[in-house]
């Protein structure tokens, strides 16, 4: 299993990002995947997900201004994320776990539920 992340980079406050995550090497009858976050000094945490159903849950803080989506065709995962603050400043990471059923994981914003992860790619937001 492959995750290679994409689209980070440095935005000024207000600004827009669209990260992306290309998965390879496995096939999943169901499965969960997400967009997590780690600040230096601070825990990874949940900021998306989405299953193969198609439900999300995003986490307060990103609520009305991130938007977390999949392609099946190019088994991609995408965050677009809109009115971006200095707090978002983070690396980021996608990652994926593979279910019986989606109702295993589905909604789960927590690091552990995921067993694959891609290398990150860093988002920096200045005021």
């Known amino acids: 299993v492959q995750l290679v992340e994409s689209g980070g980079g440095s935005v000024q406050s207000g600004g827009s990002l669209r990260l992306s995550c290309a998965a390879s090497g496995y096939t999943y009858t169901g499965w969960c995947m997400g967009w997590f976050r780690q600040a230096p000094g601070k825990e990874r945490e949940g900021v998306a997900v989405?299953?193969?159903?198609?439900?999300?849950k995003y986490t307060h803080s990103v609520k009305g201004r991130f938007t977390i989506s999949h392609d099946n065709a190019k088994n991609t995962l995408y965050l677009q994320m809109n009115e971006l603050k200095p707090e978002d400043t983070a690396m980021y990471y996608c990652?994926?776990?593979?279910?019986?059923?989606?109702?295993?994981?589905?909604?789960?914003?927590?690091?552990?539920?995921?067993?694959?992860w891609g290398q990150g790619t860093q988002v920096t937001v200045s005021s």
């Open positions: 989405i299953d193969s159903n198609g439900s999300t």
């Open positions: 990652a994926v776990v593979g279910v019986p059923s989606a109702r295993y994981c589905s909604g789960s914003l927590d690091p552990p539920t995921y067993n694959r």
